[in-house]
């Protein structure tokens, strides 16, 4: 219990002049100004302030009568505030949503505790909270919807990727598209996530299904269809499908490496060598740079490898 002295405002003469004195002081060391011959005229308070509690008088000075006690506002907790930390401040945001959580924050703080930790580089932590908010009861309240459990649900899958446990995230992918069938970003993340386990031929079922019901699909699907029909050795397909890609998004560096490796394989070495240096022109700290500076110096070691 730490001791918290309260000056109320006051002004005092000194050489025909008033001078203000400091309204309160917090902590332990008493900060105001010190002049000569300057003396209190207003009563001092003193409160002890238990942790989470409002103030409790426990001293009152110049034997004046009781002083209405100054109430400590209890904290206004926000979900927005949070997440909007957690871009710019990831530690900030950690330590706003482990504080929340010890005052009931719930759900909500545990959903911002989550992209913290993702933007921390503690995806492993992350995805399994997501993967429980997204699966667990209460399934009434906050971020208990279908629709936000679907959301959480894709989360909870690019953090299992990004993790390195594409299991993982086939599993809470399926979930996801069980509240909701045919949802686009479920399965076009369910689709990243079986490439990485070497199953092309379940993106392209997965997503050769929602090419042919989403008219207005975005470019990662065609960009995925592309790379599971070059793993199938499907190749003229593939090239369909990645111009497809690069028709609406023509500087996507997902869609240039794809259109690079498939140029390669089809004997087309200088125009997938034009494409990956195009990729590390655009986009130099991506994953698809470091992709393409593999590919390039395969090529250089030895040109005669598709």
């Known amino acids: 219990m730490t001791l918290h002295l309260d000056y109320q405002y006051g002004w ?6 008033t001078h203000p004195v400091v309204s309160f002081v917090r902590g332990s060391a008493l900060c105001m100004p010190l002049w000569l011959g300057l003396s209190l005229s207003q009563p001092v308070r003193a409160y002890a302030l238990p942790q989470g509690g409002k103030p409790v008088r426990v001293a009152h000075a110049h034997g004046r009568g009781n002083v209405p006690e100054a109430k400590v506002p209890a904290p206004v907790w926000s ?7 957690v871009g710019e401040d990831p530690f900030g945001a950690r330590d706003y949503a482990q504080d929340w959580l010890k005052h ?3 759900r909500a703080a545990q959903h911002c505790l989550a992209l913290a930790q993702i933007e ?5 932590t992350a995805a399994q909270t997501l993967d429980d908010l997204a699966r667990k009861e209460p399934f009434t309240g906050p971020l208990s919807s279908a629709s936000q459990r679907v959301v959480i649900a894709v989360e909870a899958a690019q953090a299992w990727l990004a993790a390195s446990l594409p299991t993982n995230a086939v599993s809470i992918a399926q979930y996801g598209l069980s509240i909701r069938p045919g949802d686009e970003g479920l399965t076009l993340v369910k689709a990243r996530a079986e490439l990485a386990l070497n ?5 392209l079922k997965d997503v050769g299904a929602l090419v042919a019901q989403t008219p207005n699909v975005g470019v990662d699907a065609y960009v995925l269809l592309a790379s599971a029909e070059r793993r199938l050795g499907q190749l003229q397909q593939a090239s369909v499908h990645v111009a497809k890609a690069l028709d609406r998004a023509p500087e996507n560096p997902e869609a240039l490496l794809e259109r690079g490796i498939i140029r ?3 004997g087309d070495s200088a125009g997938a060598r034009e494409d990956w240096q195009h990729v590390l022109d655009l986009a130099p700290d991506t994953h698809a740079a470091d992709m393409a500076r593999q ?9 005669d490898v598709p």
Do not use: I, T, Y
């Not at 005092?12 to 002049?17: H, Q, R």
């Not at 979900?79 to 930390?85: D, I, L, V």
């Not at 921390?120 to 492993?124: A, H, P, T, V």
């Open 79 to 85: 979900e927005q505030a949070c997440n909007a930390m």
């Open 120 to 124: 921390l580089g503690d995806e492993q």
């Open 199 to 203: 199953d092309p031929a379940s993106v």
């Open 12 to 17: 005092f003469p000194l050489s025909g002049m």
């Open 295 to 303: 590919d390039l110096a395969v090529q250089a070691a030895d040109p």
């Open 104 to 106: 009931d924050g719930g």
């Open 264 to 266: 390669g394989q089809r």
